[in-house]
């Protein structure tokens, strides 16, 4: 490639739009630009990394035992919207948009794959023998997830890698689940990220599984919770902890309503009750759809939404309006309480506030809080569960020796067993060799391949630029050439580059009528790991001269030296693809 004839620019500044230390580099090297904000374009350097990154995901999937495919882009709405479902619970995949075509059928873009490569499946597998099966495909993706449109961290438009498997029992379905992440971690290695597993699965009430594939980054859109002492790691929409138990009261007191004006927050609450902030309880009401849910946790915990979706298996979660609260309640926000609320109203609670003895909650009366509250006397058993959110220092729940940090990630993508059903579809089956119907046990993993490039970018950078690893860069080497107005330096010029090409190698060669500083410095910043200069002087001597991306010497060798320099410290990345 001659970076004279290249399509796009390189800038000293970062434009304004630039929003994370990856952004601002991709854009001034001439990676990305954006139409909008989320909607990138992606320049030819970048869909050179991007076409790297495919095809070591390609040849890792293929020696697992998967088979690429090609999915379409448009999906019937019976794909993601099963019959017996609509209106009763959410669907397993929504379409990002959604319209009809000519003859009125209702067509969507940006569902997810997993329904309708099952709906595909069922025509292809028959019996024991048709299985087991995996597959994948690499196609750009639609989302509109909610959040700060981040370049290649939360885009409209993604490039991303969806694999799904087929098997005939839990053995061979976590084989492929270990094959899956085990392509991600090969492929994690090859690229010098140090990505790590974390646990994600929400579905405690099911036979399932998830685990989400992050990379440490300051500048991640999530958080995960982890012990440094046994290696537990989790979202913190999944994370798990232990909280203090503190020994009952041995008797129930009367309860009684306390006149506290303003007092909202559980600090302030505890002090002029003059009782501990794990004796509070903190109760939100929220609007789970079309109804009203009540969720109760001890007074020194927040309440974990994800977690509450999750278990009522609603649509759409929110914090119920203040008006709807005071028409239940008849109290401001701020004094909600388990006690006198509405039948209709469900009340979901903490299992750590289970085995509480007089504690306290809002009275549903402004300025009024309950005292010496107890379940089963005062209010009636709720549904208990995990609904609080796991926090920093909050004591290990595998171990007891540790206590939870937190860490931002970039989260890359995830693995998942579906089971034998999709939200509540038809269960895929198969001929057992009795002859009777048995359930295809179905998994899937997803990698974003845009998030991945980010994270490295993230890792691999100095002031200078980027620093690509030498199996993701866009090229192998970045010849530059200078003192090109002499003819002889430029025949020269000309033949090496010809050399480099025919043995293989990947080539950006600076054939640009511009200063050696300016093209050093878009050298430094394009990032590619080795940089070969031709000059007036190296000329002369018969030389050429080397330098490693990130090294602050150079040296100079013959073009033989040279090239045996980079193959040994590239290794396979040069001859890999």
Request: aromatic letters at 6%; a neutral charge.
């Amino acid at each position: 490639m001659r970076q004279s004839q290249h399509f796009g620019l390189t800038f000293k500044d970062a434009p304004r739009e630039a929003q994370t230390t990856a952004h601002r580099l991709l854009l001034r090297a001439g990676y990305l630009r954006s139409v909008a904000a989320g909607i990138p374009v992606v320049m030819p350097y970048l869909l050179r990394v991007l076409n790297r990154l495919g095809r070591l995901l390609q040849a890792e999937l293929i020696a697992n035992g998967f088979e690429e495919l090609a999915l379409p882009l448009l999906q019937p709405a019976a794909i993601w919207q099963a019959p017996e479902t609509a209106g009763k619970e959410p669907p397993l995949e929504e379409a990002v948009f959604t319209f009809k075509d000519r003859r009125g059928a209702a067509l969507g873009l940006g569902a997810g794959l997993a329904a309708m490569t099952a709906a595909v499946a069922g025509r292809e597998i028959r019996s024991h023998k048709d299985l087991p099966q995996r597959i994948f495909q690499i196609a750009k993706q639609l989302s509109d997830a909610p959040g700060t449109r981040t370049a290649l961290i939360n885009d409209h438009e993604v490039l991303s890698l969806d694999a799904f498997s087929f098997d005939v029992d839990e053995a061979a379905a976590g084989r492929s689940y270990q094959a899956m992440r085990a392509s991600f971690e090969a492929v994690g290695r090859q690229v010098e990220l140090s990505g790590r597993w974390v646990e994600d699965d929400l579905a405690a009430d099911r036979h399932c599984a998830r685990h989400a594939f992050a990379a440490p980054a300051d500048s991640g859109d999530e958080t995960i919770v982890a012990c440094e002492a046994c290696g537990y790691a989790a979202s913190r929409r999944a994370g798990q902890s232990r909280l203090e138990v503190f020994p009952p009261e041995p008797e129930m007191q009367p309860m009684r309503a306390i006149h506290g004006p303003g007092l909202i927050g559980v600090g302030p609450l505890a002090e002029f009750l003059g009782i501990p902030v794990w004796k509070t309880t903190k109760t939100l009401l929220f609007q789970a759809d079309d109804r009203v849910v009540a969720v109760m946790v001890r007074g020194d915990c927040d309440v974990n939404e994800a977690k509450v979706k999750h278990r009522l298996r609603c649509r759409e979660l929110t914090l119920a309006a203040p008006q709807t609260i005071r028409d239940l309640t008849g109290a401001d926000v701020g004094y909600a309480g388990g006690v006198g609320l509405p039948s209709s109203v469900i009340v979901l609670a903490d299992h750590f506030t289970r085995d509480r003895v007089n504690f306290e909650c809002g009275a549903n009366r402004t300025d009024y809080h309950n005292v010496n509250v107890n379940w089963g006397r005062d209010l009636p058993m709720p549904v208990f569960g995990d609904f609080k959110m796991t926090k920093a220092s909050d004591p290990c729940p595998r171990c007891e020796q540790g206590s939870i940090r937190e860490a931002r990630v970039i989260e890359l993508g995830d693995v998942a067993s579906l089971g034998a059903s999709i939200a509540g579809r038809s269960t895929l089956t198969y001929q057992g060799k009795d002859g009777r119907p048995q359930p295809v046990l179905m998994g899937s993993g997803r990698l974003n391949l845009s998030r991945l490039v980010a994270a490295v970018v993230e890792h691999h950078h100095d002031q200078a630029g980027l620093r690509w690893p030498p199996r993701l860069a866009p090229f192998d080497i970045h010849f530059i050439g200078l003192n090109l107005e002499d003819e002889s330096v430029r025949n020269e010029a000309e033949a090496i580059y010809r050399r480099l090409q025919k043995e293989g190698f990947d080539v950006l060669f600076d054939d640009r009528d511009a200063r050696a500083g300016e093209k050093f410095s878009d050298a430094d910043l394009i990032g590619i790991p080795a940089r070969l200069t031709i000059s007036k002087r190296t000329f002369a001597d018969g030389r050429i001269e080397l330098r490693r991306r990130g090294e602050s010497e150079s040296s100079t060798a013959s073009i033989e030296e040279a090239l045996a320099a980079i193959r040994r410290r590239g290794g396979e990345a040069i001859d890999r693809l």
